[in-house]
Each structure stands twice: as C-alpha cells, then as structure tokens.
C-alpha cells in the first residue's frame, strides 16, 4: 500500500476528480473460491461492505469465514465514478477501501460479521488505521437494508460500551447506506492470497466485542 500524509478531509464535489463512465475490468471468479465476482449471487444472500483501512488484509479475515459466499475489494462512499487506485489514495475521490461481503444469513449472522469488523481493527482512529493515513483508510460499514441499519447501530452501542469500559475513545467509523461500489483493479482482488507475504496493516484494539456469539450452522 502507499504510504505518507494524504488528506484527512472529504473533498466537495467540486474538487473530487472527474473520474470516467467506463467500469474498471476486473476477473470474473474468486481467486480463492470461485465464486463470480460480480454476480449472480445465490437467492437470499446479503452483502454488506466493511472498510477497515487498507481493503487486503481485510478482505482475507472475511473469505476465510463459513457462511461467505464471496468477497470483493473496491471503493465505496465517494464521490468520483469508477476511480483508479492512484485517484483514491490522492484524496480527491472521496472514497474509503472497502470489502465487499456477500454472506447467506442462513449460514453465518451478520452479527457475527460485524463481531469481526469491529475487533479486527481500530475504529476510533478517524481518517487512518495504524500507518496508513488518508481519508481512504477510514473505518466504515455501508448497509445494504434497514435491518442490516439497525443490526450495525446495536452493535456499535455495544462495542462502544465496552472500549468506554477499557478507557478506549470514541468509535469514529462512517456507517451509511450503500451507495455506489466500484470494483478495484484485479491485482488488488484476493491480493494476500496471491501475495502470501504482502503487507497486512490490519491491528484490533484487544477489546472484545460482545455480539455474534451465535452463529448459525453452515
């Protein structure tokens, strides 16, 4: 990932960059599971999207959970359509890294999900996670349905009770409805999968999160 100071405020719309009509090309399947990427997905699935700082080291916590039909990185809650990688790390596209999750709720809870969102990094950090700085790095959760709304609201009261208890600060994390997501470039897809020893700046804060305990059989 690159590193160094990037803007650590939103852009307006008119300075986020102009971006381009056409979508950017990436692989149809999985590299580790073969799902398609982009679709169909199975009847009665869910997707959510989760940012958590830089989207590799994110992305492989979710493929790796039962229950998760397939996962994507790209960028979500900007401004400029179908952004480059190198348009979102300068700061003026306004979008953040995410990873997109399509999940069979039959399978594992979005509870669940959410338990690992908030313990496997930092949400109290604002516009960086750990090193990396820059509004792309910041922690968000963009929904998909009312209930997935509600699910994640009773969750970030709970995780913020409990880092309040362990004198931790404020949860900062971005949490809206989705709106558009692009896919990132095909190199960045199941990147650590492909690139074992890649860089991975993903670090919890210790605290436990008390949901998702239950989590329904796959």
Known sequence: MLFGQKPTTLPSAAEALPGRAAPMPVGERHFVNGAALAGPYPAGSETVYFGMGCFWGAERLFWQINGVHVTAVGYQGGLTPNPTYEEVCSGRTG??????????????????????????????????????????????????????????????????????????????????????????????????????NGYCGLKGTGVSCPVGIGVSAS
Request: aromatic share 10%; hydrophobic share 35%; glycine share 6%.
């Open 95 to 196: 979008h953040a890294e995410v990873v997109m999750v399509v999940f069979r709720p039959e399978a594992v809870s979005l509870d669940s999900l959410l338990k690992c969102f908030w313990e496997e990094h930092d949400p109290t950090q604002g516009m960086r996670q750990g090193n990396d700085h820059g509004t792309q790095y910041r922690s968000a959760i963009y929904t998909t349905t009312p209930e997935q709304a509600e699910a994640v609201a009773r969750s970030r009261a709970t995780y913020q009770q409990a880092l309040a208890a362990k004198g931790r600060g404020a949860i900062t994390s971005e949490i809206v409805a989705v709106g558009p997501f692009y896919f990132a470039e095909t190199y960045h897809q199941q990147y650590l999968a492909k690139n074992p």
